[in-house]
Structure formats: structure tokens, C-alpha cells
């Protein structure tokens, strides 16, 4: 993580080194929209619609907007500075869809999990799965309009987080607030290797 590849001696041409971050969290956390919302390239979605098949395990308390789920992943890419790229993996919200994380997470330098306190129990499982491997990971509390306020010291409490976990409350809607949450994470992975911060 702190070094530049270069594109051979002779051209000399810096090329930025480009690490995989897993986007996780439960089921409508926000997961896809700020996958979407960070990537400068055009997101590739795997979105199926919600049909009456999954009525009783699909609860849509507080997304009862939503009408499609991601079915295998999200990806995305962003340039954080001249020699960092991040590439971008969502992963699916619901328990079915278990079974792709180990390949998901393959290779994966740290995650940010989604948090959403109207449903703060379903990023239980992401937050166990990064604990147990020992990915480094940061929690995003994504902010929707209708969710009661809670303080961050609350949510940390509520999710029993290690002190050294990042949080943040963020909107996955907006790109600069994604941005930061992404940032927070590479500063984290970069303590937690003892390595320097590549983010300037
Ligand atoms: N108000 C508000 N709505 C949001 C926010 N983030 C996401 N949404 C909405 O919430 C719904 C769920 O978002 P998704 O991005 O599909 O959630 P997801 O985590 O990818 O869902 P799954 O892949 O099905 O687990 C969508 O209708 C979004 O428009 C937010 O920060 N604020
Ligand atoms: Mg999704």
C-alpha cells in the first residue's frame, strides 16, 4: 500500500494501485445507492425485482419504496488521488445470497458496512464476518429522512464495536459523504497495517 507500480522503466508512467473494498451491510442499508453514487464509471448493478415470492423474507419495514434487491453484486470504481484507486464491491443484502461472500470478499483489503438503525440488527452478520477474518472494516450509519436520530456513541454501544472501529453517520446518496466514509477506511486499513496514509 505505499508504493506507485510503475507502467515499465521506459515509460515511466505512474500507475495508481487499485485496491478492493466490499461494500456490505443488511438488507435496503444503502448499499447499492452508494455504490452508484461513489463510482466514476458506470455502476454495474445486479438488480431483481421484488416479487410476492419473497414477501416472507424479504421485510421492507422503512424501504417500503423499494422495489428491486441486488442478486449477486455491485461494482464501481473511484479515483481517490493519483495513485489510489478503489474498486468497489457490494454485496447482496439478504441471507440467500450467502453463499457468494467468500468469493465477494476475496482479495479484499477492508469493507465499510451500512448501518441503518430502523434495522440496526441486520448488519450484525457483516460486522461478524469482518470481525472473525479480521478485515478491517469502518461503519457507515446511513441517515434515511424517517429514522430516529441516535448519537454515534449509542449506535457503537448497540453494536458492541471495538473502540478502534471507525464510524460515521454518512448519506448514501451523496458522493462526498461516501467519499469521506471510503477515506476514514483507507486511513483505517493503513494504521491497522502500521503502514503509512496514502490518502493526501
Ligand atoms: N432517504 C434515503 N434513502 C436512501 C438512502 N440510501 C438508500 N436509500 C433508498 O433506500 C432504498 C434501498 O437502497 P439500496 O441501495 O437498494 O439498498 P441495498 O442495501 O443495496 O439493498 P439490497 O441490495 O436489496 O440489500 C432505495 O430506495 C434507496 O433510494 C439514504 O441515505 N437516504
Ligand atoms: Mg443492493
Known sequence: MDSVRYDGERRGNRVPIALKI?????????????????????????????????????DLSGVETK????????FGRITINDDLQLYL?????????WFLWDELAF???????????????????SIDYFERRGVPFVVGVNCFDDARRFSLG???????????????????RDRQSGKTVLIS?????????GQPVPVA
Not at 422495489?67 to 455491485?74: G, L, N, P, S
Not at 482479495?107 to 452478520?125: E, K, M, N, Q, S
Open 22 to 58: 466490499l461494500v456490505a451491510g443488511g438488507f435496503g442499508a444503502g448499499k447499492t445507492t452508494l455504490v452508484s453514487a461513489l463510482s466514476e464509471v458506470r455502476p454495474l448493478q445486479t438488480e431483481e425485482i421484488l416479487t410476492g415470492a419473497g414477501i416472507d423474507t424479504d
Open 67 to 74: 422495489t428491486t434487491t441486488t442478486v449477486a453484486m455491485d
Open 89 to 97: 464491491f457490494g454485496t447482496p443484502g439478504q441471507d440467500r445470497f
Open 107 to 125: 482479495g479484499a483489503l477492508g469493507a465499510v458496512v451500512l448501518a441503518d438503525t430502523r434495522r440496526l440488527a441486520d448488519c450484525f452478520p
Open 154 to 172: 449509542q449506535v457503537r454501544r448497540a453494536l458492541d464495536l471495538d473502540p478502534d472501529v471507525p464510524m460515521m453517520l454518512c448519506d448514501a
Open 185 to 193: 477506511l483507507v486511513e483505517h486499513v493503513a494504521r491497522h497495517r
